[in-house]
């Protein structure tokens, strides 16, 4: 293969797939709310499954929700290759994050059928259920329980803020599936996405050949105090949780501010407080802490220091915290086999890259631990994204999609 015989998708289909998909969830006019399993959901999954039958593929669906869209291979004996990213949204979410790399999986099936070309393996489009946390925690929920880091069990007993539990929700909307969850064998997995940073963006590079991620690990904590008056109890005697969780707060952005120039980065994106009443000291709060870094060594310093912070926190405030693991991830390698297929069909299509660590959390990583995966990032204008006006640019995003295309391809008629 080389750059004059190369295959290429179909740009303006591809930008009316995601056009189709920024109607549905729409919010603040430029972005999407999109939450998993909602009546939104339903409707993107709904048209989703709808494209795919008419290009073609079989659909499953597992007991998770994830959707995997087969278009058959000339030996149906061998796994597929697998193209994958998520449909769901942020409360406050863009029209790219996750909704690009599952239409261009879609386009690449388009592409394949336009020029009538079989492959030996299958490929399979997989829509995973529920990356973005946004709505059930954790995050990655679909690719965890299909690599079986997250018990179904668990999975589906999941509440929301308003007590609805994820199971029923995922029956209420029709993608309660029946097939086994992660019974299901991939050649490989290929996950094309917005980068979520500004480096490509800035370098004025296109294309971001994703060869790890940052270790990454949320906390859950838990903060008791006690309820007292906020008028009549002395300041000494008081054991306000809310005050404990504003020191925690404070140390762990820190402890990001002190580890910046090693790229680590600590966040607190989620407080709950009870009884959250004017009058009353606050006698419980429940807390995520969220922290990464691009090295394992930087990574156990930046553990240690927060749970310094976590103590100091306990005794300034007089209350007690526990703290359990929520999730991590991003100590799963991407396989050298398919980052070396992305950079030498780079190379075979003239198109510059750049070798490069995630910073954010994507179902790739659970992927990674049960077939050999690789990313693609393209670029997101000034890196902003989880953002309603997350944008990107159509002409510096077509050179990722059409090294998908043509890796996909190739891994898809190797003869070993």
Same mark, same amino acid.
């Given at each position: 293969m080389n750059a004059e015989n190369s295959l290429k998708v179909d740009a303006d289909r591809l930008w009316a797939t995601i056009d189709r998909s920024a109607q549905i969830g729409r919010f603040r006019d430029t972005g999407l709310r999109r939450l998993a399993v909602s009546s939104e959901d339903k409707e993107m999954r709904d048209l989703f499954v709808a494209w795919v039958r008419e290009d073609g593929c079989a659909v499953e669906v597992d007991a998770v929700g994830n959707i995997f869209a087969r278009r058959p291979g000339s030996d149906p004996n061998l796994p597929p290759v697998a193209i994958g990213s998520h449909l769901d949204t942020q409360i406050c979410g863009g029209r790219y994050d996750g909704v690009l790399g599952v239409m261009c999986g879609l386009e690449v099936i388009r592409t394949l059928n336009d020029r009538s070309i079989q492959t030996r393996r299958a490929i399979e489009?997989?829509?995973?259920?529920?990356?973005?946390? =946004?709505?059930?925690?954790?995050?990655?929920?679909?690719?965890?329980?299909?690599?079986?880091?997250?018990? #179904?069990?668990?999975?589906?007993?999941? !509440?929301?803020? =308003?007590?609805?539990?994820?199971?029923?929700? +995922?029956?209420r909307i029709g993608y309660a599936g029946k097939a086994p969850l992660g019974n299901h064998p991939l050649d490989c997995y290929f996950e094309l996405h917005i980068e979520q940073a500004p480096h490509l963006d800035r370098e004025g590079c296109d294309i971001g050949i994703v060869v790890g991620g940052y270790k990454t690990l949320a906390l859950r904590i838990d903060i008791r105090g006690e309820t007292s008056h906020s008028g009549g109890t002395p300041m000494a005697d008081r054991r306000n949780a809310l005050v404990g969780a504003g020191y925690l707060i404070a140390g762990v952005n820190d402890i990001g501010l002190a580890y910046a120039a090693e790229r680590g980065r600590t966040t607190s994106p989620r407080i709950e407080c009870f009884p959250n009443l004017p009058g009353i000291i606050p006698e419980h709060v429940r807390l995520i802490v969220d922290f990464r870094h691009p090295d394992t060594a930087g990574f156990d310093r930046m553990h240690a220091d927060i749970k310094q912070a976590i103590a100091a926190a306990e005794a300034k405030a007089r209350v007690a915290i526990e703290v359990t693991e929520g999730w991590s991830w991003g100590t799963s390698l991407f396989a050298p086999e398919c980052i070396e297929l992305l950079k030498a069909t780079a190379v075979e299509?003239?198109?510059? *890259?750049?070798?490069? +660590?995630?910073?954010?959390?994507?179902? =790739? *990583?659970?992927? =990674?631990?049960?077939?050999?995966?690789?990313?693609?990032? %393209?670029?997101?204008?000034?890196?902003?994204?989880?953002? %309603?006006?997350?944008?990107?640019?159509?002409?510096? %995003?077509?050179?990722?999609?059409? #090294? #998908? #295309?043509?890796?996909?391809? !190739?891994?898809?008629?190797?003869?070993?």
């Open positions: 489009v997989i829509v995973w259920t529920n990356e973005e946390g =946004a709505r059930f925690s954790p995050p990655l929920m679909g690719s965890l329980a299909f690599a079986h880091r997250l018990p #179904l069990a668990q999975a589906l007993d999941t !509440k929301d803020d =308003a007590g609805l539990r994820f199971g029923d929700e +995922l029956e299509l003239g198109i510059p *890259y750049r070798e490069m +660590l995630s910073q954010a959390g994507h179902d =790739a *990583y659970a992927v =990674a631990e049960l077939a050999p995966s690789v990313m693609i990032f %393209t670029p997101c204008r000034d890196g902003i994204s989880h953002n %309603t006006t997350e944008e990107i640019d159509r002409a510096r %995003t077509l050179p990722g999609a059409n #090294l #998908l #295309l043509n890796a996909a391809l !190739k891994r898809a008629n190797r003869s070993s």
